[in-house]
Structures are given as C-alpha cells and as structure tokens.
T-cell receptor, first 114, second 110 residues
Framework: DGGITQSPKYLFRKEGQNVTLSCEQN?????MYWYRQDPGQGLRLIYY???????QKGDIAEGYSVSREKKESFPLTVTSAQKNPTAFYLC?????????????FGQGTRLTVV | RKEVEQDPGPFNVPEGATVAFNCTYS??????FFWYRQDCRKEPKLLMS???SGNEDGRFTAQLNRASQYISLLIRDSKLSDSATYLC???????????FGGGTRVLVKP
C-alpha cells in the first residue's frame, strides 16, 4: 500500500539532546513538509522541500534542521537549540504541479522533553 | 494578522442540526483551499477540496468567496461522528506551500 510513514510514534528527549524524526513516503510525491502542532493549535510549517537536495525554511525553522537526500525521505532533526520542542510533529507529502493537489499526512510523532 | 484564520469554537451542535463556519484568508494570491478534518491526537485527513466557487459532497458543502476572502463549510444533518476539529488550508499560487488555520472545533451532541 502506498502511504507516508513517520517513526517513532512517541519520542522522549533529554534536555540538550538532538533527536531525529523519520518520514518516508512511497507515493512518488515531489514535495514533503514538516509541521508542528501544539495542543489546541493549528499546524505551523517548519521546513518544506519540493525537490531532492533542496529545502526551504517555513515559519518556525529555528532550532530544526532537515535533509532531502532521497525523494522518499525527509528526516527532521530537533536540535538542542529548540527551546520548547514538546509537540506533535506531522510530516506531509504531495505532488507539485500547477493544479490542485491533496497533501497526505503521516500519523505523527509525539515528542516530549524529559 | 495570520494568513488563514478560523473561529476556534467549539461549536456545540445538536445531532441532526446544521452547522456552518468560516475561514478567512489574507493572501489574495492563494489559488485553492481545502478543508481537513482532524480527530483528537490523530493526523489531519482531507475532507474537501474547494475549487472555484465551491463544491458539495453529501452532507458537506464548501463555498469560496474570493471577493470577501473567506471559505465556508456547512454540515447538514450532523452526526455524532462529525465531532472533530476542522482545519482550513490555503494553497499558494506556486502550489508548493500549504498554510493552515488554527482549526474550528465541532462537538455534536445527542
């Protein structure tokens, strides 16, 4: 089955530690996105990538880093510079063309700082 | 001002009633819009795409008003299972960026 997979589902991070969240898709989508969601809030864009080896900062990129070495994969690293990383992280992918398209989401990763 | 804004609610709706709520957007260059549904602690899932002036899918009707820059969602004959948060999403002119509103919470009660 085609889809987008995030792992792990739950992640605990110690203060000062970097952690990497995985996002893999087999939908052959060009664009991939990382969003952060805080309780009772909407989704805020962290980073996005439209093509391999290229990515752009979203609205809240500070304290995060990404890579896009393969079309299928878009991992997100939450660095120690991110002062309040506890949140629900969602990865999405979609095709990129000039028409209208749908974004598909992974099931999310809940990150908690302990 | 946020690019996409929604009334957070909650909208408390009797089962079987009709509920409608809006989403306003500030970027007039936005090409298209979507309504996503998000259940508690789950990922968002596409409910409807909003093309041109709007569209209908069963009990759900979405309207787009470009002159006033808002999108509406109407739910008829509300079911208990319609209880969720509804996220309004704007897609940029280049088709490469999706901007989410904060969501509108709907609670359908017996």
């Amino acid at each position: 089955d085609g889809g987008i997979t995030q792992s792990p589902k739950y992640l605990f991070r110690k203060e000062g530690q970097n952690v990497t969240l995985s996002c893999e898709q087999n939908l052959n989508h060009d664009a991939m996105y990382w969003y952060r969601q805080d309780p009772g809030q909407g989704l805020r864009l962290i980073y996005y990538s439209q093509i391999v080896n290229d990515f752009q900062k979203g609205d809240i990129a500070e304290g995060y880093s990404v890579s896009r070495e393969k079309k299928e994969s878009f991992p997100l690293t939450v660095t120690s510079a991110q002062k309040n990383p506890t949140a629900f992280y969602l990865c999405a992918s979609m095709t990129v063309w000039t028409g209208i398209t749908e974004a598909f989401f992974g099931q999310g990763t809940r990150l908690t700082v302990v | 001002r946020k690019e996409v804004e929604q009334d957070p609610g909650p909208f408390n709706v009797p089962e079987g009633a009709t509920v409608a709520f809006n989403c306003t957007y500030s970027n007039s260059a936005s090409q298209s819009f979507f309504w996503y549904r998000q259940d508690c602690r789950k990922e968002p899932k596409l409910l409807m795409s909003v093309y041109s002036s709007g569209n209908e899918d069963g009990r759900f009707t979405a309207q787009l008003n470009r002159a006033s820059q808002y999108i509406s969602l109407l739910i008829r004959d509300s079911k208990l299972s319609d209880s969720a948060t509804y996220l309004c999403v704007g897609q940029g002119a280049a088709g490469n960026k999706l901007t989410f509103g904060g969501g509108t919470r709907v609670l359908v009660k017996p």
